[in-house]
């Protein structure tokens, strides 16, 4: 069964920086890109970030761009956000979810969130 | 960026109803399409991707169609535990992008 568990949210203040993890099991990591969607409380989803398997194609949301950093670790089962210059507006449930071969594909199935607030 | 336009953003309807959402992309994403169903404090969940390709363990009773900037999802005969929020994304371009969703409720 794939299981995605994302963790590393939590209460941080604006203009500070978070680190979100994604470990995953049931599949074979490395063969498929991997995702960041969020969702603010009561909104809608937003794509943040996408990585392929092998590292070579990355993308933001405009929204993030500059500030997140994605990445993975095939050799962990792995995935992680770096946020840095966290506002307001990055406050969201943030989920981990697993796409295809190609990065631009459907994302099946997603993790749980891991929710970020961002408030002094 | 592709912007991802559904619609109606709410509806009502009854248990039995067919039931159709409708998402317009900003410019032609070919059959690049996804369909999401999220239930409160549930993550989403893909029902339909490449446009009308059915996931597996979806019930028959979803379909999707549409290509180029148009596509529909239908779901044929409501049923109460299809009461949710629907999502279409579009996975065209290296920047996903999601429509606004549609949710849908009991009449």
């Known amino acids: 069964e794939v299981q995605l568990v994302e963790s590393g949210g939590g209460l941080v203040q604006p203009g500070r920086s978070l680190r979100l993890s994604c470990a995953a099991s049931g599949f074979t990591f490395d063969d498929y890109a991997m995702h960041w969607v969020r969702q603010a409380p009561g909104k809608g989803l937003e794509w943040v970030s996408g990585i392929s398997w092998h590292t070579s194609s990355i993308g933001y949301a405009d929204s993030v761009k500059g500030r997140f950093t994605i990445s993975r670790d095939n050799a962990n089962n792995s995935l992680y956000l770096q946020m840095n210059s966290l506002r307001a507006e990055d406050t969201a449930l943030y989920y981990c979810?697993?796409?295809?071969?190609?990065?631009?594909?459907?994302?099946?199935?997603w993790g749980q969130g891991t929710l970020v607030t961002v408030s002094s | 960026d592709i912007q991802m336009t559904q619609s109606p953003s709410s509806l009502s309807a009854s248990v039995g109803d067919r039931v159709t959402i409708t998402c317009r992309a900003s410019q032609s994403i070919s059959n690049d399409l996804n369909w999401y169903q999220q239930k409160p404090g549930k993550a989403p969940k893909l029902l339909i991707y490449?446009?009308?390709s059915l996931q597996s363990g979806v019930p028959s009773r979803f379909s999707g169609s549409g290509s180029g900037t148009d596509f529909t999802l239908t779901i044929s005969g409501l049923q109460p535990e299809d009461f949710a929020t629907y999502y279409c994304q579009q996975s065209y371009s290296t920047l996903l992008t999601f429509g606004g969703g549609t949710k849908v409720e009991i009449k």
């Open positions: 979810a697993k796409g295809g071969v190609i990065m631009t594909s459907g994302f099946d199935p």
């Open positions: 490449a446009a009308s």
